[in-house]
């Protein structure tokens, strides 16, 4: 993966592309990113960039022209594109294997279960194809994804102490081809303890080596990890770099992509699930959706209205995945509509949805929020669950006319 590749982050691409250029890239690093930033891109790119044989813009080359000498004199201008300052090439044979996962010099460290082929407490070696074939796929998955790649069980993923004296041992050897060698642990959150066994390789590790963890939530990382890595912090991906991602992959136009960009935070898993879903009027069906829940009349109401049993036909010929996400929809755009509510503004509704919220706003107070949003997280573990969708949607629309008229309601879908 080149720099180039990654979505977004120009700001950190140009500042990596610098430090790796000056030869002043830390030993030790810890990418925080939220999940379906792009941490492990951006992981997978400084490795390639270590090991190609052909960068461009590389001190020993071409100082002149990316070198520490422009550090000092008036910064450079932005450039326009997404392309980083300097990068890996991409078709040098170190590139090459890079690409493919197998260059010896680049190590991988990920959460495994035990149960592959042996008793004994598992190493990210023994499931190095799985590894290899997922990043292929997708880069940016999550570690919920990866480990159901691996196991069918619901089992928790962990790096074990093995693990950690793997990497040691790996640290010590000599590299193979490149000048540098590579240990990236993705999630290093699953350390947990197990953490302890590498402060001393991570605070002196061997000549040319370089440690980069990839972490989403730093609560769960030793402190004294933290103290030894220069942490590097990547945003969610930003709307437009996400919208212009999403233009090229799918089929959409430019206020479609915004939009899916808007409600996904900048998660590019999220947003490519809703953009397969793109077919399907989210906004339109929940304005749809909220307009006969107000008319309903007491919230026991025995008899559904036709309107009502329309729409529960129609959301449940939609299909789990597309209802999951028609739901994640409705969450965020109870989120903004509350911050209209709050007498703040939303700088990611515009148009009919902008007027639309508008209105939800005036019937939102922090209690009906809350409960709102209980209620539709509720409906979400049902659906997920493989529910009946029309008793849960029906239900649903009950206990939406009863929160929003302020009575008090079960969120339970049987009660
Ligand atoms: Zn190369």
């Known amino acids: 993966m080149k720099l180039a590749d990654i979505i977004g982050h120009q700001p950190v691409k140009d500042k990596l592309s610098e430090l790796l250029t000056t030869g002043k890239l830390p030993h030790a690093m810890m990418i925080l990113a939220p999940e379906g930033a792009g941490g492990l891109p951006m992981a997978l790119a400084i490795a390639q960039n270590l090991v190609c044989e052909r960068r461009s813009g590389r001190k ?10 422009s550090m000092f004199g008036d910064p450079e ?9 300097s990068d890996a090439c991409g078709e040098c044979p170190a590139c090459q294997k890079a690409q493919k996962f197998i260059h010896p010099d680049i190590h991988y460290t990920y959460p495994v279960v035990t149960g592959r082929n042996k008793s004994g407490p598992p190493v990210s070696a023994d499931y190095i ?7 292929a796929e997708n880069p940016y998955m999550n570690a919920n994804e990866w480990l159901r790649q691996i196991t069918d069980e619901n089992k928790q993923g962990n790096i074990t102490v093995n693990e950690c004296h793997e990497i040691i041992k790996g640290m010590n050897l000599k590299t193979f081809e490149s000048k540098y060698k590579i240990q990236i642990i993705w999630m290093a959150e699953y350390l947990r303890e197990a953490g302890n066994t590498l402060l001393k390789i991570i605070e002196e590790p061997p000549a040319d080596t370089v440690f980069i963890l990839v972490v989403e939530n730093i609560e769960l990382i030793l402190n004294t990890i933290i103290s030894r890595t220069q942490v590097v912090k990547l945003p969610a991906i930003e709307d437009v770099d996400l919208a212009a991602y999403l233009r090229s992959q799918f089929e959409m136009d430019e206020r479609t992509a915004l939009r899916i960009a808007r409600i996904s935070d900048g998660n590019l898993n999220a947003a490519v699930e809703y953009a397969n879903g793109a077919e399907h009027q989210n906004d339109a069906q929940l304005r749809e959706w909220l307009s006969v829940c107000l008319r309903i009349r007491g919230a026991q109401a025995s ?3 036709l309107k009502l049993m329309a729409f529960v036909d129609e959301i449940a010929k939609i299909g789990r995945e597309n209802q999951k996400i028609f739901l994640k929809y409705f969450l965020w755009f109870l989120r903004e509509s ?19 919220a508008k209105k939800l706003a005036t019937l939102l107070d922090p209690d009906v929020t809350e409960n709102l949003t209980n209620l539709i997280n509720r409906v979400h573990y049902y659906v997920e669950r493989n529910t ?28």
């Open 60 to 69: 020993e080359e071409d100082a002149g022209l990316f070198g520490a000498p």
């Open 77 to 85: 201008p932005a450039p326009q594109s997404s392309e980083p300052l």
């Open 129 to 135: 194809t799985d590894w290899r074939k997922a990043l």
């Open 303 to 305: 008899e559904p209205s």
């Open 338 to 356: 509350n911050l209209l509510a709050l007498g703040l503004e939303s700088d990611k509704l515009e148009g009919s949805e902008l007027e639309f």
């Open 388 to 415: 009946n969708p029309k008793i849960v949607f029906l239900s649903t629309s009950f206990k939406i006319a009863a929160i929003l008229k302020k009575e008090p309601v079960a969120y339970d879908m049987y009660e």
